[in-house]
């Protein structure tokens, strides 16, 4: 296809990128592979618009990515064969700070890493609620796949006040309130009048969007992590309640809770498989590593006075537990000082925790994206560390929205026990709470792309058969899986309304 030819009367040629140099596009972490047809690089809402004509006109299929990054996921591959990637990482404004109300306009291109930095400039009011991705990682890219992040506002789907895109019909979308002219209300209130619309632009594939108004979180007076190390999985039975009670009596945007197992925490501090192996098996290892079974992590921010008081709270409901850690800015300072004189699984156990305080504080690093996905490497010589696709890492997230409650996670393990036991992956596991009652957990497959890519993308199937036997589905799905899904179970509103607005189906995914 020549694709240089049919779109550069609208974008420069140097923003036209045939397939055959595409190469940096190509690698991915779930070992999904695709033909790809070639990439552009539009610079405005304008171009995307022409492009858009322009493959209307010449059935070219069209596969938006803001970053590319969606490792787990889809990184940046279109479900399909023979797409033009449309990658917008060029667009980069950051538009209408309100540092009163705490919201900002970006466009796609726009990274974790630019967004707090430049929040930093304007006098740090306001923080980003970072993932555990990529500093490079966009905001738009994981707001529209309903990513959650470590900070208040954890639920980026839900901070998304108001958005433009553009459709596959070559009509401009606007937010109703936007729509009207009403931009100060549509900065405000996300459900603007009508049938909420905006939510046709999430996880689906009617337009690009070219920008988003999001609700950024206050920067807290002060943030406490507490760690609650459970011995074992009766202690973890008893705590789940105590956990939904602590939400529910304290009903805190800024209360986040997370579960992880010993595997979760021996990945995310680096270890790999071949350590556990060498410790002489799981339960060796996480003595030799004085790592608990399981870690109850609950972070809370906001004013120094109610922090202090949910600590107290929080030590008090977790009395019985092994041994319980409060992380705050004073243990980060001596524990930088001590650090140095400190034997290696004391100084293992301090970075992890310097990596984490600076994701609560709005600062994207690479400490995790260098480590989970890396678990399978036998080492790091020649490895980037910050980009596991290119790395050749295998890893695909099986994410599922669960009751947190025993019953909850007894069904999610059986599901973890199956990988493991039948598959050969090792259950890296954690549960994070998106309301009072429900959490995601969260199983990384990690598995080495050379020889096991097809038991991972099998197992990862069977987990999702197995799951809605269950009756529980992903959240959000890998891209490999994504085209199966749609062709099985669509909505029928969703087809009828993909025929409405992607009229020729330029866009890769149909649901
Ligand atoms: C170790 C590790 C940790 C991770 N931690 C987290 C985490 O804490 N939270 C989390 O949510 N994820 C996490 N991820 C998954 C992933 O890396 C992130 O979600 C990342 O933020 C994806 O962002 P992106 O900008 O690269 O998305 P992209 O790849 O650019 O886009 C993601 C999806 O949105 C669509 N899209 C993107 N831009 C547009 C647009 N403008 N218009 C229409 N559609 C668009 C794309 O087609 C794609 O389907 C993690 C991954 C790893 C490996």
């Known amino acids: 296809m020549q694709i240089k030819k049919i779109f550069s009367a609208i974008i420069d040629d140097s923003r036209i990128i045939a397939s055959e140099h595409a190469g940096r596009y190509k690698p991915t972490t779930t070992g999904a592979s695709r033909m790809l047809a070639g990439v552009i690089k539009p610079q405005t809402s304008l171009e995307i618009q022409g492009v858009i004509e322009a493959s209307r ?58 967004l707090g930095d430049f929040l930093r400039a304007q006098g740090g009011l306001h923080v980003i609620s970072v993932t555990g991705s990529s500093p490079e990682a966009s905001i738009i890219g ?18 998304v006040m108001s958005l433009r895109a553009i459709m596959g019909n070559g009509d401009l979308y606007q937010s109703p309130l936007l729509s009207c002219g009403a931009e100060k209300s549509a900065s405000l209130f996300r459900w603007g009048v009508g049938p909420y619309t905006d939510g046709l632009f999430f996880q689906s594939s009617f337009g690009i969007v070219t920008e988003m108004t999001i609700r950024l979180a206050r920067r807290a007076e002060s943030t406490q992590v507490c760690f609650i190390e459970v011995g074992d999985e009766n202690r973890l039975w008893h705590a789940l309640p105590l956990l939904r009670e602590l939400r529910e009596s304290w009903p805190l945007e800024t209360l986040q809770i997370k579960i992880l197992n010993g595997y979760y925490t021996l990945a995310s501090m680096g270890f790999k498989k071949d350590d556990i192996d060498a410790a002489g098996g799981y339960q060796r290892a996480l003595k030799r590593y004085d790592v608990p079974p399981y870690t109850l992590m609950i972070s809370v921010s906001g004013a120094s006075a109610l922090s202090r008081v949910m ?74 560390l910050d980009h596991p696709a290119q790395d050749r890492c295998g890893i695909i997230w099986f994410a599922l929205s669960l009751p947190l409650t025993r019953k909850g996670v007894e069904d999610f393990q059986s599901l973890t026990a199956y990988a493991e036991k039948d598959c050969g992956f090792s259950p890296i596991v954690n549960y994070t709470n998106y309301n009072h009652v429900s959490c995601i957990g969260l199983l990384a497959i990690v598995f080495n792309q050379e020889i096991e890519t097809r038991l991972a993308q099998d197992c990862y199937q069977e987990l999702m058969t197995r799951a809605l036997g269950q009756g529980y589905f992903p959240y959000r799905l890998p891209s490999f899986a994504a085209q199966a899904y749609f062709d099985e179970h669509s909505v029928k509103l969703n087809r009828q309304l993909g025929k409405l607005l992607d009229p020729d189906q330029i866009f890769s995914r149909q649901c």
């Open 57 to 114: 006109q010449h059935k070219i299929k069209l596969y938006p990515i803001s970053a590319g990054r969606n490792w787990g996921y889809s990184d940046s591959m279109p479900a399909t064969d023979h797409n033009v990637i449309v990658d917008l990482s060029l667009m980069q404004g950051i538009r209408n700070y309100d540092p009163e109300m705490g919201t900002v306009t970006i466009e796609p291109g726009v990274t974790q890493q630019q």
């Open 311 to 384: 600590v107290n709270e929080i030590r008090h409901r977790f009395s019985f537990s092994r041994r319980l850690i409060v992380l705050n800015e004073r243990l980060i300072k001596i524990g930088r000082l001590a650090a140095p004189l400190l034997p290696a699984k004391m100084k293992h156990k301090i970075s992890s925790a310097e990596s984490l305080w600076s994701l609560l504080q709005g600062q994207p690093g690479t400490a995790m994206i260098g480590k989970i996905p890396y678990f399978r490497m036998s080492n790091n010589a020649n490895l980037q």
């Open 142 to 159: 994981n707001y529209l796949e309903r990513g959650f992040g470590l900070l208040p506002v954890m639920d980026h789907a839900y901070s």
